[in-house]
């Protein structure tokens, strides 16, 4: 089997619109080349998807998910026709992307939304993690591109892993399931709620409780 470089995937990626997994997993089937990489894209439906880039998804519908009355999730997913927001398929989408968003938590859509001064004050901690481990600092550019990645995968809904299936990430499945609905289709927003989220609990004192128990005994 071929060595499939990063670069190999990112350029194929860019051809093809296809997830990485999926680009890098055409490219090592097809022997590094790039003609049957694509192909190998096109007829497992990938590429599909990723060719309706340009096009404009308007349409969709706006999920929820509750679960177990604490986590409640809004979500919209846009798709081009109001024929498809119909559609089985894609409501079945939509309620996936909720169910993903009320289990992983994430806090962006994509990476392209992560506030560039929150970034930079990630890159900050793990620099001082890098200098507290000892690492020589002439190592820590190249350390800190997959310590961002990892960053991403946990605050960025298509960067996570998906949590049905752990082997392909959030933005693969979507790609995925697009091409079996045969139109763009694209998470616009999301809302997660969480019972208690932002309220200061109160935190008793048990010692003091006890006494004032036992002083009116």
Request: proline residues 1%; hydrophobic residues 40%.
């Amino acid at each position: 089997m071929a060595e499939v470089s990063a670069t190999m995937v990112k350029e194929l990626r860019e051809k093809t619109g296809a997830g990485m997994m999926d680009c890098k997993k055409a490219l090592a089937e097809s022997g590094g080349d790039f003609a049957k990489a694509e192909e190998w894209l096109r007829k497992k439906g990938i590429a599909k998807a990723g060719s309706k880039e340009g096009r404009v998804a308007a349409e969709g519908v706006i999920g929820t998910y509750i679960h177990g009355g604490r986590i409640g999730v809004i979500v919209e997913v846009n798709c081009e026709t109001d024929f498809v927001a119909r559609n089985t398929d894609f409501q079945d989408l939509v309620k996936d992307v909720a169910m993903q968003v009320a289990a992983a938590s994430p806090k962006y859509v994509r990476r392209e939304e992560v506030p560039a001064d929150l970034l930079e004050k990630e890159k900050d901690i793990q620099r001082a993690l890098l200098k507290q481990q000892g690492k020589p600092e002439a190592m820590w550019d190249k350390i800190l591109v997959g310590k961002v990645e990892k960053y991403y995968e946990q605050v960025c809904l298509v960067d996570q892993l998906w949590v049905k299936d752990d082997k392909k990430k959030v933005g693969e499945m979507i790609t995925e399931r697009a091409a079996k609905i045969g139109e763009k289709v694209a998470v616009r927003r999301f809302v997660r709620y969480e019972v208690g989220e932002g309220i200061e609990k109160k935190k008793d004192d048990l010692a003091a409780e006890v006494a004032k128990t036992l002083g009116q005994a």
